[in-house]
């Protein structure tokens, strides 16, 4: 099993920046791959970026040049840094872990943190 604890959500004007972290506990040797989601009100949850163990990052386009996405292997955690932010970022922000099982394998969710862009 694998624990995932989200902070750094809050409320900010457009334009403004904020930092997620997300902080992986247990069986996290397993991880292979982790990402940050958002789910919006009235809204499917959707990938916003990617990053595997190597480092390599895959963002959606509505947020390339304005989000970075990292990890640090040593502390079993990984960030979103959101710059530019726009009302349109306004939604819960989850982390997720895609980690290996004995047969198969499994996605691990964080309880999520609420990020909202508002003057």
């Known amino acids: 099993q694998v624990q995932l604890v989200e902070s750094g959500g809050g409320l900010v004007q457009p334009g403004g920046s904020l930092r997620l972290s997300c902080t992986a506990s247990?069986?996290?040797?397993?991880?292979?791959?982790m990402g940050w989601y958002r789910q919006a009100p009235g809204k499917q949850r959707v990938l916003v970026a990617s990053?595997?163990?190597?480092?390599?990052?895959n963002y959606v386009d509505s947020v390339k040049g304005r989000f970075t996405i990292s990890r640090d292997n040593a502390k079993n955690t990984m960030f979103l840094q959101m710059n530019g932010l726009k009302p349109e970022d306004t939604a819960v922000y989850y982390c997720?872990?895609?980690?290996?099982?004995?047969?198969?394998?499994?996605?691990?969710w964080g309880q999520g943190t609420l990020v909202t862009v508002s003057s």
């Open positions: 997720g872990a895609d980690g290996n099982l004995p047969v198969g394998s499994q996605r691990y």
């Open positions: 247990g069986n996290t040797f397993s991880i292979y791959a």
């Open positions: 990053i595997n163990a190597g480092g390599t990052a």
